[in-house]
């Protein structure tokens, strides 16, 4: 899997290709000389709208067209042939940018609405913030945002 940094403009791109389960650093207040270190060194695809940075070496990069982070996310898509799948969705925490771990239910009793805790029973946590994931985590929203740009690809856990 293709892993990515991406420039102080596109935090939210960060924070969505996090949901999607893609390793995308992000800073804030890094230099372009930084991120371009940081793009070699961990062989990162840099995201990027900045021009003058485009010119620079990176170890590959994506001068990102649209504002428009659906838009983004379909450049992406379409240009290094990644795909969105559904069964890694929220496989990453989308503040930390770390890889989330299962928990046990009886773990998280108060920590999340009741209706979840009874509503689900698979559920994942961040090692680094604790944050509380699971399979519905603003599943909806989703769904309706990514409508009509077939971003994603649907499959059926078993
Ligand atoms: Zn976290």
Redesign the pocket.
């Known amino acids: 899997m293709p892993k990515f940094i991406v420039d102080f403009m596109l935090g939210r791109l960060a924070r969505w290709l996090r949901i999607f389960g893609y390793d995308a650093e992000y800073y804030s207040g890094v230099s372009r000389t930084g991120l371009l270190y940081q793009s070699l060194k961990e062989k990162r695809i840099l995201l990027t709208r900045d021009h003058v940075l485009s010119r620079k070496r990176a170890w590959q990069f994506l001068l990102i067209k649209s504002n428009f982070f659906l838009d983004q996310l379909k450049q992406i898509k379409d240009e290094t042939g990644i795909e969105f799948d559904s069964n890694r969705l929220f496989s990453r ?1 989308t ?2 940018n ?1 890889v989330v771990e299962t928990i046990d239910k009886q773990k998280i009793k108060g920590k999340v609405p009741e209706y979840v805790y009874a509503t689900h029973d698979e559920f994942s946590h ?1 090692p ?2 604790k ?1 509380i994931y699971w399979a519905g985590t603003h599943l909806e929203l989703l769904q309706q945002q990514c409508e009509g740009k077939e971003l994603w690809k649907k499959t059926v856990k078993h």
């Open positions: 925490c503040f930390c770390v961040c680094k913030c944050r």
